[in-house]
């Protein structure tokens, strides 16, 4: 069993750095103290979402897991296409930097931080997985 954490990305860490600690600034110099707080816990929850997302690859599974929200597994036989991609919609990633796995059942964007390693267990199990990678 192999662990692949996911990447985290400056392109989204930033934005929400900048955001959350600027308003806990502002609130707190506004002595909304309630407020300052409700953002400790959201920054938290982030962080903890960011911290426990991870793929693994078990026997013949990949499982993709982010914190307590998804667990999913993906039988390695059933993938078709891995392929880079880019694409910012909603998924158990942490990064921009994404691999998207299609299988014959759905599609999936994740983020692992050593995509060559990962792309090359995927592709040691199922040979016939046609790799993509962007220009």
Sequence with gaps: MT???????????????????????????????????????ITLLIYMLFKTTYYTIDENKLIIRSFFIINKKVDIQSITKVSETRNPISAPAASLDRLEVISTMDSELISPKDKKGFIAELTNINPSIKVVYRR
């Design 3 to 41: 662990r692949y954490n996911s990447k985290i990305g400056l392109e989204i860490l930033l934005p929400l750095i900048l955001s959350m600690g600027g308003a806990s600034i502002c609130l707190g110099l506004n002595a909304q103290w309630l407020g300052v707080l409700v953002l400790t816990i």
